[in-house]
């Protein structure tokens, strides 16, 4: 179990609240240069005493308009800060909560020989272990009190700054401070740069897991270049398209590299057609272990991004995970296939120059490895920065897509505009040659047509009219097969219940007791008050408006189902 916890923050929820607030301020931008616009359009069109008026009319719009978009700005550039500051935290803690179990691991390097054998030094050994976690841990939560003191401090700084409220200094200070979200390509090439800085060097040994995914994939990658390169080198011929066999060693170096990378130049030798199949095999499932791996991490990570996003459904949640996964799998393959071949082809141009035929081999081999593994990774961090960035900016991608299709539907709107303008004017082209005809001729096109439908028509009554006649009378006659009799025998109805007999009233009766009595003996208070209700109801009329007053000898309706 860890010795700290990371902050409560989300900060997943930090990071959508400060893109929203860089949201509202880009929207309540755009609004007051609009509004600043059209003025200036307006303004323009006018002179004399409207000329002043008109120009001052939008002023506290725009004005208000920027205000808002400075204060939506601080308030993002604060999110941004806090968000920066919690996860700096949580880093550390992590790193703290690293050195005491590695430190409980190693048994806080004290000599544990011989232990087992002596009881006495094992009672001195234990208590030397418990003075020495008692001081590490004194020492590691001295180092988060100062870290939580450093947090406190960000936080006040951040309060401060919202105190002193927007401004056009303020914003230009958190601009230069870069505590202003940027473009989207920055905020990728930002997220890229951190996420590559535990890619070269693999982690160490406190979190196995990770160790083991790290060797896992870059292992898979590199029997997929290898695969692929035995499969090209001992397996196969390069005979390149267009390029006679005889010719292939007069090719430029860099000109044969680029060649010898795509798949399509080589084929398999004849001698080698086992060892070719079987490392085809071989570098085919390496490399859906890698799409896979990388799906799956991508997955993953997308759902811790969202776990904390309780406003989001989990099918949401499944969905994005999924997506994300599937990107980050094709960002995977994609870049260990690019680096692969661009590793092989500069091997094999340095290889050749350096030791010849033997060089390149040699040289192409490890290009092409560490091309695949580098491109690989390289790959699978930049697809996972560019999906964090869209998933973190939801609602700008969902504005960006509902842009494009509105630009796409005002595209296509004086397409179909024309598409129809050409129907209806070919059909009045068709309709002007039908007249031209019946002039010229006296013939009309379109009434012939008519006409011949016309005599279709006919000509079908004329010979199906006789057929239907006689299909009708022959089942109108006696010698037409008649339908079977059936017997309809009237089933017994069931007896009806008993309707319950009236009851007469007593001195001292109410409705209550008569309810009671109607009913069976382990009746609730509430059947017997919804009974006494209804057996009111059945009798309004004869009991008066107060049901409490009822006459003796009056005689009484019970309602269905109140008998016993």
Same mark, same amino acid.
């Given at each position: 179990?860890?010795?700290?916890?990371?902050?409560?923050?989300?900060?997943?929820?930090?990071?959508?609240?400060?893109?929203?607030?860089?949201?509202? %301020?880009? !929207?309540? *931008?755009? =609004?007051?240069? +609009?509004?600043? $616009?059209?003025?200036?359009? @307006?303004?323009?069109?006018? #002179? &004399?005493?409207?000329?002043?008026?008109?120009?001052?009319?939008?002023?506290?719009?725009?004005?208000?308009?920027?205000?808002?978009?400075?204060?939506?700005?601080?308030?993002?550039?604060?999110?941004?800060?806090?968000?920066?500051?919690?996860?700096?935290?949580?880093?550390?803690?992590?790193?703290?909560?690293?050195?005491?179990?590695?430190?409980?691991?190693?048994?806080?390097?004290?000599?544990?020989?011989?232990?087992?054998?002596?009881?006495?030094?094992?009672?001195?050994?234990?208590?030397?272990?418990?003075?020495?976690?008692?001081?590490?841990?004194?020492?590691?939560?001295?180092?988060?009190?100062?870290?939580?003191?450093?947090?406190?401090?960000? %936080?006040? !700084?951040? *309060?401060? =700054?919202?105190? +002193?409220?927007? $401004?056009?200094?303020?914003? @230009?200070?958190?601009?230069? #401070? &870069?505590?202003?979200?940027?473009?989207?390509?920055?905020?990728?090439?930002?997220?890229?740069?951190?996420?590559?800085?535990?890619?070269?060097?693999?982690?160490?040994?406190?979190?196995?897991?990770?160790?083991?995914?790290?060797?896992?994939?870059?292992?898979?990658?590199?029997?997929?270049?290898?695969?692929?390169?035995?499969?090209?080198?001992?397996?196969?011929?390069?005979?390149?398209?267009?390029?006679?066999?005889?010719?292939?060693?007069?090719?430029?170096?860099?000109?044969?590299?680029?060649?010898?990378?795509?798949?399509?130049?080589?084929?398999?030798?004849?001698?080698?057609?086992?060892?070719?199949?079987?490392?085809?095999?071989?570098?085919?499932?390496?490399?859906? *272990?890698?799409?896979?791996?990388?799906?799956?991490?991508?997955?993953?990570?997308?759902?811790?991004?969202?776990?904390?996003?309780?406003?989001?459904?989990?099918?949401?949640?499944?969905?994005?995970?999924?997506?994300?996964?599937?990107?980050?799998?094709?960002?995977?393959?994609?870049?260990?296939?690019?680096?692969?071949?661009?590793?092989?082809?500069?091997?094999?141009?340095?290889?050749?120059?350096?030791?010849?035929?033997?060089?390149?081999?040699?040289?192409?081999?490890?290009?092409?490895?560490?091309?695949?593994?580098?491109?690989?990774?390289?790959?699978?961090?930049?697809?996972?920065?560019?999906?964090?960035?869209?998933?973190?900016?939801?609602?700008?991608?969902?504005?960006?897509?509902?842009?494009?299709?509105?630009?796409?539907?005002?595209?296509?709107?004086?397409?179909?505009?024309?598409?129809?303008?050409?129907?209806?004017?070919?059909?009045?082209?068709?309709?002007?040659?039908?007249?031209?005809?019946?002039?010229?001729?006296?013939?009309?096109?379109?009434?012939?047509?008519?006409?011949?439908?016309?005599?279709?028509?006919?000509?079908?009554?004329?010979?199906?009219?006789?057929?239907?006649?006689?299909?009708?009378?022959?089942?109108?006659?006696?010698?037409?097969?008649?339908?079977?009799?059936?017997?309809?025998?009237?089933?017994?109805?069931?007896?009806?219940?008993?309707?319950?007999?009236?009851?007469?009233?007593?001195?001292?009766?109410?409705?209550?007791?008569?309810?009671?009595?109607?009913?069976?003996?382990?009746?609730?208070?509430?059947?017997?008050?919804?009974?006494?209700?209804?057996?009111?109801?059945?009798?309004?009329?004869?009991?008066?408006?107060?049901?409490?007053?009822?006459?003796?000898?009056?005689?009484?309706?019970?309602?269905?189902?109140?008998?016993?």
């Amino acid at each position: 179990m860890s010795l700290f916890e990371h902050h409560p923050a989300a900060l997943p929820l930090i990071e959508d609240s400060a893109h929203r607030a860089g949201r509202a %301020a880009n !929207q309540a *931008a755009a =609004l007051a240069a +609009d509004v600043d $616009s059209q003025s200036r359009i @307006a303004s323009s069109a006018v #002179s &004399g005493t409207l000329a002043v008026p008109m120009a001052r009319a939008p002023v506290p719009v725009v004005q208000g308009s920027t205000k808002a978009s400075q204060t939506a700005l601080v308030a993002q550039a604060s999110l941004n800060r806090w968000g920066a500051a919690v996860s700096a935290y949580n880093t550390a803690i992590d790193v703290l909560n690293a050195r005491y179990e590695a430190a409980v691991a190693g048994g806080f390097g004290l000599d544990t020989a011989n232990i087992a054998d002596q009881p006495q030094t094992a009672a001195e050994y234990d208590q030397r272990v418990d003075a020495a976690a008692a001081s590490l841990r004194s020492s590691l939560r001295r180092e988060k009190a100062e870290l939580d003191r450093q947090l406190d401090d960000e %936080a006040d !700084q951040i *309060a401060q =700054l919202l105190d +002193d409220g927007p $401004s056009d200094q303020v914003v @230009a200070r958190l601009v230069r #401070s &870069g505590d202003l979200s940027t473009g989207f390509w920055e905020e990728v090439w930002e997220r890229f740069k951190k996420g590559m800085k535990g890619q070269v060097v693999p982690p160490g040994t406190e979190n196995p897991l990770d160790l083991g995914r790290w060797l896992t994939v870059r292992a898979l990658l590199a029997a997929w270049s290898f695969g692929d390169w035995i499969t090209l080198y001992h397996s196969g011929q390069f005979l390149p398209k267009g390029v006679k066999p005889e010719n292939t060693l007069d090719l430029p170096d860099l000109t044969r590299g680029l060649l010898a990378a795509s798949e399509s130049n080589w084929r398999a030798h004849p001698d080698h057609e086992a060892s070719h199949s079987r490392w085809t095999t071989i570098s085919k499932w390496a490399k859906w *272990a890698v799409i896979s791996i990388g799906a799956a991490n991508g997955a993953v990570e997308q759902w811790r991004r969202d776990v904390d996003r309780l406003y989001m459904s989990a099918a949401k949640k499944t969905a994005r995970a999924a997506a994300a996964g599937a990107a980050i799998g094709s960002a995977a393959w994609a870049g260990g296939k690019a680096g692969g071949k661009a590793g092989l082809s500069i091997g094999m141009a340095a290889g050749s120059r350096v030791g010849g035929s033997r060089g390149k081999v040699v040289a192409s081999g490890l290009g092409i490895v560490l091309g695949a593994i580098m491109g690989g990774t390289v790959g699978a961090v930049a697809g996972n920065s560019v999906v964090a960035e869209v998933a973190a900016r939801g609602d700008e991608v969902e504005d960006f897509i509902n842009g494009l299709l509105d630009s796409l539907d005002e595209f296509l709107a004086p397409v179909d505009e024309r598409i129809a303008n050409v129907a209806e004017s070919a059909n009045d082209n068709l309709n002007d040659l039908y007249r031209w005809i019946e002039k010229s001729t006296g013939w009309n096109p379109e009434v012939q047509r008519n006409d011949n439908l016309n005599d279709l028509y006919r000509w079908v009554d004329k010979y199906t009219g006789p057929v239907e006649d006689a299909v009708a009378d022959f089942f109108a006659s006696p010698l037409a097969p008649q339908p079977a009799l059936e017997l309809v025998l009237p089933l017994p109805s069931a007896p009806e219940p008993p309707h319950p007999l009236p009851v007469e009233v007593v001195s001292d009766d109410s409705l209550w007791r008569l309810a009671d009595r109607q009913l069976a003996p382990d009746a609730t208070d509430k059947d017997i008050q919804e009974a006494a209700a209804a057996l009111y109801e059945a009798n309004r009329t004869v009991i008066g408006p107060d049901p409490d007053l009822i006459q003796p000898g009056t005689r009484l309706t019970v309602p269905e189902g109140q008998g016993t």
